[in-house]
Structure formats: structure tokens, C-alpha cells
DNA sequence: GTTAGCACTCTGTCGAGATGAGTGCTAACC
DNA sequence: GGTTAGCACTCATCTCGACAGAGTGCTAAC
């Protein structure tokens, strides 16, 4: 659709103008040597870029910006890819040799490192409890009436609240039932544990127990998937040094929005369905307040099923090829790790 | 030292820089009604209570605005007290009957009630795990290197962590040390248990176990107080509706320094060793990017000791009335519901 | 098809003047 | 002697016009 020469001018602006954040003009795409016409040439594209709904224009007689569809078309055809490959790997791969003992810490710290190195805000969705199976179920009394509930998944994960625990039913009789659980659900997925707690130890217990009712309301609560997700934000000041954020309400809104854990969920949970690394620009995104950002995610995984994902939110003008290279070893290493450690 | 009416004077400037964030001209303090004089008077009074180091002006023909020595003069004089009593104990009340299950929700809970009422930033300190004792412990094999190590205090709060087992280890000898542990070391503080390990244990173990150096740093390792304070932080956002910091630079400093979970550590500790509520104003906190706010804290404890603290950070010019009234009754409420939930 | 030239447009900046809030001082008042 | 009215003075902020600069669109020449 567009003329080899149009892409040219079109990669032209949306390079400088991610590095400058001012509008381009004309004469500064022809100096830059890349593009070896004279600004009045480049004048003539640009006019019929903007009209093909590539390029926008503040007002008469500012440079040129990219519109929406022009940071996509970037994304989707110009940006310069393995360009980080060489640059970064260095961080990258000094981070994955350094032992951290628990899967909740790599992923904290895969979320700093990545706001730091890209300056951008980092959005960290931990891995999903809910496709790992059954480890070890206990039920642990505190005092009289309390008990903690612990459990450990198969990547040794360990979730744990405490539940009341009724006068009527007796240590032994909850013992006895913790430990049917333990030999019957072992390896049962997390989110199928209700149902089979039901199907398979149902009647059993119904057979063997005095407080049926009660004890198994006790399980319900304790294996109630309050295993939601747990996200891990790192830099989201960073969005304060972006020029286009300067005006102090509109990055308040932004930063209220990432406070908020379902938002946050919304707008990472359909990447995790695709694969590879996806841009969602500026409207692209669920929220109006996020018209003035793009967000790139991947994901990482444990046996071919995605686990969890990683994000980066900035401005639209933001350094697509670089994070996208980024983000891409990141997640591939993330994978991999995770692989080795529970091979 | 100061008189009446200085008192008075100032009390009223603070106020009105409290509420209105502008320099306080004599004028509005004698339109105000509540000290009955011309502004000449009131003229002559701030010309000495600037003399004196209450006061400061920005600039000739300005107004007055508190300095530090006239903010702390405030707090320790002239705060109107118990005026949070009536107007907040609703929603205070409420968020206390509401049951939450986990020592960790409430507090995560509270600092965003807290945040909310008061649009400053809140600052939690989650229970120290520190003074809390041994409830059980546990050691659960993952597959062939590695195990989960499972600490659960006597307040019920779960700490997990991954470590790597030997292979010369073996299994059955594994459980005999764990059980053995939970024979000898119930009961005993956490923050004793490494030195009781091996002063209790240390001989019989090495007597029955053949592997005694390479358990012993499993052990050391399952035990290592990785037990780090929770820090939970809500209303970071609300520093940005301050017009003190409409400077963006500003504010991404305190914003920056938010996020280190360290520096957070160091300005609440100090706090949980005094008693009732502390102020902190200005150049008072550790860090200069603080100068221009004001760190008001409380302590919660439980059997009278401090497990962790709260504290509320905004500009100087802060509503100090309010958030003490608040803070104290949260503080309150909190060690009382600690108290209520492990009597 | 490409480029030089030129008129035109729009923004950001700078300085001058106007505005207004607030002070400090003096003198009058009770 | 304490209190207040009056007045000159100061300083920040707002407004407005002029001006420079960047960039465009168009036309005509190459």
C-alpha cells in the first residue's frame, strides 16, 4: 500500500520523533541522511501520509506526529527487530544467573529489572495458582476456634488463610479428613479441586464422619480460590519523566488506574491468550485514560501453558523496537528457568 | 513564651495555610471572626511571631506561612484533639466489623481506608514476624532437589520459602529432624531459633544422623530470617493532588524513594519504639527530598509489644488535627482486634 | 520527478505596563 | 499604652503586543 519511499519517511518521523517527543519537521528527516531527498520532497509525502491518516498535525505549521494507525503500521511492519539482542543481553543474562530461591522473588525482580532498564513501567502478572495442581493440603490449629489452611502447589507455590473452625468437629476427625484429601486430590488441578472434593469424597466421608455439613463448609472456605493473581508494578514513576505526561492530572489518573488490581488484570489477561508479543496503542487499550499509551506484553509459561505475562506501559511514543526486544528474552528466559526448575 | 493571642494568631494562620495552601495575609485572619482584631494589630503580632521563627514570609508583601518551628509549635500546643472522634469513627467502625481472614488483608485493608480518608500517602508496617514465636514447621519434598520449607508463627501468618536438598540426604532421615524440631522448638521466638537449633539439637542430632553438616545448612538456610517486614503502601497518587507538588520532578523523587522498600524501613522504625502518636515534620525526616512533607505515626501491639507500625505522610502542611484523630484510633483499634483474635 | 524559493501561519518567548494583595510605618484614637 | 486607620511601597502575577523561528503549501524552475 505504501511506496517504499513513504515507509522510509513514515520510519523516519515516528524514530525521531520517539527519541525527541517534539514534532517533526520536513527539513530535520531530510538532514538526517537516511533519506536522501531534499525537505520539499519530503514535504510532499508527508502531506500525503497525513492524508492516508499515517501522520496527524498539531496545527498549520508544526511538524508532523504519528497518528495511532502510524505507530501501528510501525510496529507491524518497520520496527527494527533483534536489535536488543546484542545491547541488553548482558543485564539480561546476569539476572538469570543469579539464584533466587522462590518464584515469587524472580518475578519481583524480573519487574524491576525491566522498568529499569527500559524506564518505562513494568507489569508483572505472577503465575497463575490456578493451572498448577495439588502438592499438599494441611489443615493447622491455632487455638480453639482458628486453624490455618495451607497449600502447596506443584511449583511450589504455597497459599495459606486461616478458617474458623467449628467446637463441634474434633482434631481426629478433622485429621482423618485432611488426610483422605491429601491421598485422593494429590495432583488434582487447583481450579478442579471444589468439584472433585465433591464427586470423589463425598459419600465417603458422608459415611465416615459425624459433621459432614459443617466440615465440609470448613474445606469450602479453606480451598476458595483466593488465589487470585498477584501483580508485581515496578516504575511507575517513570512515567513522570515522559514529557507528554507533565501535566500532573492526567498522570494522576494514569498511576490511580495502575493502583487498581482488576484494571491491571483486565488489561493483561486477553494477552495471555495470544502468543508472541502483542502492542495494543494507545485506544487499542480498554481504558480512555490510557488513549496517550501503548502497552507491548508477552508471556511466559510452564509446559506449554501460559502462566502468567509481562508487561510494559509508556507513551505511545514509545521505544517499540527496544522493549519489544527486550520483553522478548525476558519472557523466553522466564520460560526456561521455570521449565528447568520444575523439570 | 508566647502569649495569648500569639497563640491564637497562630493557630489561625496554620489553619488557614492548612486549608488553603496560600500565603495567610492579616486581613483573613481578622475576617475570620475568631480573634477580634484590625489587621493592623494582627500586622504587628506576625511581624513578631516571624521574629521569633513562627512564621516566615516568601516574600515582602506576601503573606505568612508557618516554618517548621511553627508547625511543631502547633502540633504540640495547639492541636484541637479528639476532633476525629466523632467525624470518622463511622467508617473506621465499619471497616472493623467487616471479617477478614488473614492478619495480612487487614492490614493491606487498612492503610487503603486510610489513604482514602485522608488523601495523603499511607504507610504500613505489617507485623513483625520477629517477636512472634514457632507454631510448626515443616519441610516438604518437591521432587529430587527441592523442598518447601513451611514456617507457621503462633499468630498464624505462613512463611514459605524453596531450598535445595543434597541427594546424600535421605528422605525418612529428613522427617526424623523435622519432627524432631517441632518436639523441641515450638513455641520458641523466631528470631531465636537459629542459636536453639544448635544448642538444643545440635548434639543429639549429630549422634543419630549421618549427614549432620549438610542438613544442618539446610536447615540454616529453611530458618534464615527471611522473614523481611511486609511494607503495604496505598495513596502514593495522592502526593500529586498537593499543589506543593505540581513540580513533577519533585514529586518523582518522594515517589522514587516510596518504592525502596529500605528507605520506608528506616523512617518507620524509629517510630515503633516510642509510644502513642509521633510527628515527624519537615527536615525532621532522614531524607531531604521529605523536607516539604510531614510523617505523622502510630504503633499496633500485641500483648504490649510493638508489631509494626502505621504512618501517614503528606505535605507540611497537613491536616494534622484529622490524622492524629485518625491514626489513633486505627492504632487502637488494631492492637485491640490483635488482641481480640489470639487472646 | 525533484527541488529552490517565497509567502503565510502558528507558537513560544520576552518585556512593558497594569493589577492587586499585602506589608511596614506613622499618626491619630480610646 | 494598646489599638486602629491611612498611606506609601514592594513584589508577584496577569495581560497584551511585538517578534523570532520553525514549518508548511504552493508555484515555478530544473
Redesign the interface.
Known sequence: MLTERQRMILNAIVDDYISSAEPVGSRSISKRGDVGYSPATIRNEMADLEELGYLEQPHTSAGRIPSHKGYRYYVDHLVPWNSAESAEMGTIRAFFAEKL??TEQVIQHAAMILSNMTNYTSILLGPEVFHTSL??F?L?P??GN?A?A?I?T?T?Q?E????QIPPEISLSEMEKVVNLLNSKLVNVPLYKLKSQLYSELGEEMQRHISHYEELMQVLDKALESDHEQRIYL?G??NM??QPE??D??K??TI??LL?ETPTLLKMLAPASGGTGIQVRIGTENKHEAFANCSLITASYSLDGKALGSIGILGPTRMEYARVMGILGIISRDLTAMLAH??K
Open positions: 530461591n522462590a502438592r499438599h494441611q493447622l491455632l487455638d482458628n490455618v495451607i502447596v506443584s511450589g504455597v495459606n488463610r486461616t478458617v515496578s511507575a514513576t513522570l519523566t505526561f507533565k500532573v492530572d498522570v494522576k498511576l490511580d493502583e526448575w520444575y
